[in-house]
């Protein structure tokens, strides 16, 4: 079973910069597609950026042009690079895989971008 374990995130303020990290258990890391996902207070969870095991990326409009997603297969660990944060990127951010399969949520890591 896939364990993933967030890092990183804390307190920004608007037009900062940021990065998380998720480390993940287990042998097959490098076939997953992984994506990060944000949950804000009242919202449902929504998928900001993801990466195929090929290195292909999407992205929401939302983060376009401001985060970076990418991932190091010999540390099975996934990254996101956040800059020109706004106060609507507060958030609690996690990982998972996309593909083939999600796996159980880890504990997330708090976001928070405030003045």
């Known amino acids: 079973q896939v364990q993933l374990v967030e890092s990183g995130g804390g307190l920004v303020q608007p037009g900062g910069s940021l990065s998380v990290s998720c480390a993940a258990s287990?042998?097959?890391?490098?076939?997953?597609?992984m994506g990060w996902y944000r949950q804000a207070p009242g919202n449902q969870r929504e998928l900001v950026a993801t990466?195929?095991?090929?290195?292909?990326?999407t992205y929401a409009e939302s983060v376009k042009g401001r985060f970076t997603i990418s991932r190091d297969n010999a540390k099975s660990t996934v990254y996101l690079q956040m800059n020109s944060l706004k106060p609507e990127d507060t958030a609690v951010y996690y990982c998972?895989?996309?593909?083939?399969?999600?796996?159980?949520w880890g504990q997330g890591i708090q976001v928070t971008i405030s003045s």
């Open positions: 998972n895989v996309v593909y083939p399969r999600r796996v159980p």
């Open positions: 287990g042998d097959d890391f490098r076939m997953y597609d």
């Open positions: 990466i195929t095991s090929g290195g292909s990326t």
